[in-house]
């Protein structure tokens, strides 16, 4: 009688190990790798291949290998993991995970949890991934306690910037760096003799002298070690604007300065009133007197003390780009001068990014757009005539962008209260017995999901009465295209939100020559060299 030979079951492990685990608790990714082998060998299944995150918070599914796992899904069958919590830590994201796999056919197994999808009545799934996901926001708390404990107390150690450096045997000293302190003081120098910041970054990248990231370099090499940060070799305004207006080198520690609000969330900076201040925390490169002085000067080369409503209307912003470099034009607002445009990289950073301003004036564009316009008008009445009105709808600052991202955060919040509502039906099922603790571990979330829902909504409704707030551009007695291009070359002039409906984008080139590119396909009816000839007649 011959013995049944099973063919082995393929199979992809998913390992992962964050700074949010107690290491002793967790085992190191090595022994993740050896516990889905073993348990492979054990259970006629063959590794094809383990996906790895070292390093990543479980919290965030926004992580490289385990994004690629999922692009894969076509060719996998069956998933093994260590755990839940190496899934990932946030609850409603990890069932939604597991309702996919579940939709798609596809088999999970979590080795030390006992779950095996393929025969699954753990009817409690969702207290566990609960569970996983209060340990990390646990955690998260903790750190943020002890990380505000130090801001309070000055004791926070993080780099120094530019000009200072840290005692090599006590990490709490911070000593001056004399050769980059020689540096501030040049640019200090610079700039009380009349330089503006944009001119200083000029004249030391002319000079050769190191921008921060060459000096860290040379010192990284000199110890033989290497040294993986992009390097600049140019300095720039920013680079000069950071290391010249900061007070630390005036012997000010400011701490508190960014919060982080949400776990794995953007740092938001914080008010100057709510900062932790400590003077006299460190050697002095800038005396009070200096330091004083350097401010005084930046203030009042601030003509402009404006704050709030926009003070000047510039037409053409937004749709003006440079040629050469591909950066969109600044406007230039001057007093007693004509209003003016020119390449943003040429106005920030300096000629070496950029070796021409691009200049245009406002009343070259408007001419140029008048007379290109009446071109296409003329030259091709017949197709404009024909034109669908639908397609012209006012757009304000890629607000259709916002719309959308609005829209799929609201269905995506939508999906994850639905799922969680569906689970703890699941488990007051099967456990009427825990329906306490089951109503209390459900509670907190679905309110959460709720009240981020209602907010949603409520920017979404205010974001789609500003997309239908009428304009002058677009009459509502017209009823063709042709009746809008008529309407304006009759008054001569553009408003910013005619040239929003028509205008694609500008290309100017060194000498100020444009590039006019319309949209709704207008653009295409009538070649551009063919207005050039007509105007130079």
């Not at 120094?160 to 001056?176: A, D, E, M, S, W």
């Not at 939508?414 to 009427?432: F, G, R």
């Amino acid at each position: 009688m011959m013995t049944a030979i099973h063919t082995p079951t393929m199979i992809d492990g998913y390992v992962r190990l964050s700074r949010d685990d107690n290491k002793r608790n967790y085992s190191s990714i090595e022994n993740q790798k050896l516990i889905i082998q073993k348990y492979a060998e054990e259970n006629n299944m063959i590794v094809r291949h383990i996906y790895e995150d070292d390093g990543i918070s479980g919290y965030s599914f926004n992580r490289p290998q385990f994004q690629n796992m999922m692009a894969n899904l076509s060719s996998i069958d069956v998933i093994v993991a260590k755990d839940l919590s190496r899934i990932g830590r946030h609850n409603a994201k990890v069932l939604l995970f597991l309702e996919e796999m579940e939709e798609q056919g596809k088999r999970v197994i979590l080795i030390d949890d006992n779950y095996d999808s393929l025969y699954s009545d753990d009817d409690i799934i969702g207290i566990k991934t609960w569970d996983n996901e209060r340990h990390v926001k646990n955690t998260s708390r903790k750190v943020k306690r002890i990380k505000k404990m130090e801001q309070e107390n000055g004791t926070l150690k993080c780099a120094p910037p530019f000009g200072y450096t840290r005692h090599p045997l006590n990490k709490q000293i911070v000593l001056i760096d004399e050769e980059a302190a020689a540096i501030l003081n040049l640019e200090k120098d610079l700039y009380l003799e009349g330089n503006g910041i944009r001119k200083i970054a000029e004249i030391l990248s002319d000079r050769g002298v190191p921008t921060p990231t060459m000096l860290q370099m040379e010192r990284f090499r000199a110890l033989g070690l290497p040294y993986n940060r992009k390097v600049a070799y140019r300095w720039s305004y920013g680079m000069v604007k950071d290391t010249l207006f900061n007070d630390y080198h005036n012997g000010v520690l400011r701490t508190h300065k960014r919060e982080r609000m949400t776990i794995n969330g953007k740092d938001k900076k914080i008010s100057k009133d709510h900062h932790y201040i400590f003077p006299d925390h460190h050697p002095k490169i800038f005396d009070d007197d200096t330091m004083r002085l350097l401010f005084e000067v930046k203030d009042s080369r601030h003509h402009n003390q404006y704050r709030g409503q926009r003070k000047h209307v510039n037409l053409f912003s937004g749709c003006l780009y440079c040629k050469d470099c591909g950066m969109k034009l600044t406007a230039i607002n001057r007093p007693n001068r004509r209003k003016y445009y020119l390449c943003g990289t040429y106005n920030k950073k300096g000629k070496q990014f950029c070796q021409y301003a691009h200049l245009v004036t406002e009343e070259t564009l408007m001419d140029a757009l008048i007379r290109y316009l009446t071109l296409c008008r003329d030259s091709l009445t017949d197709i404009i005539q024909n034109f669908d009105l639908s397609t012209l709808k006012t757009p304000t600052y890629s607000a259709d962008d916002s719309q959308q991202r609005l829209e799929n955060e609201l269905e995506r919040i939508k999906t994850e209260l639905k799922t969680l509502i569906t689970q703890k039906v699941k488990e007051l099922t099967a456990n009427p017995g825990a329906a306490d603790i089951i109503n209390e571990t459900y509670a907190a979330l679905q309110t959460e999901k709720i009240e981020r829902i209602s907010a949603t909504q409520k920017t979404l409704q205010n974001l789609t009465k500003e997309l239908h707030i009428p304009t002058t551009a677009i009459k509502p007695n017209l009823q063709t295209p042709l009746d809008i291009l008529n309407e304006v070359l009759e008054q001569k002039s553009l408003t910013r939100t005619d040239i929003e409906v028509l205008i694609e984008k500008i290309i100017v080139d060194k000498d100020g020559n444009v590039d006019i590119y319309l949209k709704h396909g207008l653009g295409n009816l009538a070649a551009y060299d063919m207005w050039k000839k007509c105007s130079s007649c």
